[in-house]
């Protein structure tokens, strides 16, 4: 696609609950990247793919995130039993290859209640 | 591990004024570093990516530079205008490390 494209753009979920985000990559990007920023912060490193093989995954805070990369294109990032300090916007972020400079979607809003 | 740190947090200046935003990192080992720009409530838009063989990129009224052996990094804004106030983000992409970004607000 023309841009990084992250859907959905809002998610209200209650406490304990399991959801989903998902990242359509530049076609053709190899590198993806999840970041979650928190309000007047930085974006916070959760977890880098090259191809399919998640290259690096030390930012992910726990066990309940987990992101997938199946065909090396579009990636999701799965994140189980929600909890109130989840709350944050997620981005995600393409590049043609790592090192590279990153393209940014316009961030998933997750809102746990 | 990659530490980044802008300053100051927040600048406001009159429109017309140049000004200059740092970002410094602890490890000067790096490939590259880049410059966002994010606007309240949006995601965010690159402005330069500066690779480590590079001192400088400029784009329009923008322009970074890299001292990787000082271990900093400036973006020089020149003439601002209302328009410029966001906030402004830099990233050690090698690392994957960010800056928490510096609020430039440009009054008319």
């Known amino acids: 696609g023309a841009g990084v494209s992250q859907t959905p753009s809002n998610k209200v979920t209650e406490k304990g609950k399991y959801v989903e985000l998902r990242c359509d990559p530049i076609?053709?990007?190899?590198?993806l990247y999840w970041y979650r920023q928190s309000l007047g912060q930085g974006p916070e490193f959760l977890i880098y793919f090259q191809g399919t093989g998640a290259a690096d995954d030390s930012g992910l805070p726990n066990d309940r995130f987990f992101a997938v990369r199946p065909e090396g294109s579009v990636s999701t990032l799965k994140i189980q039993r929600t909890e109130r300090g989840d709350s944050a916007v997620y981005l995600c972020?393409?590049?043609?290859?790592?090192?590279?400079?990153?393209?940014f979607g316009s961030g998933t809003r997750l809102t746990v209640v | 591990k990659q530490e980044v740190t802008q300053i100051p947090a927040a600048l406001s200046v009159p429109e017309g004024e140049n000004l200059v935003l740092n970002c410094s990192f602890t490890d000067s080992a790096i490939y590259n570093l880049q410059w966002f720009r994010q606007d309240p409530g949006k995601g965010l838009t690159s402005l330069l990516l500066?690779?480590?063989?590079?001192r400088e990129q400029t784009s329009g009224r923008l322009n970074a530079s890299l001292d990787k052996s000082s271990g900093r990094s400036t973006l020089y804004i020149a003439a601002s205008q209302p328009g410029d106030s966001a906030t402004y983000l830099c990233a050690v992409i090698s690392d994957m490390r960010f800056g928490a970004g510096t609020r430039l607000t440009v009054k008319p």
């Open positions: 972020a393409s590049s043609p290859d790592p090192g590279g400079g990153y393209t």
């Open positions: 076609s053709g990007h190899t590198a």
């Open positions: 500066i690779q480590s063989s590079q």
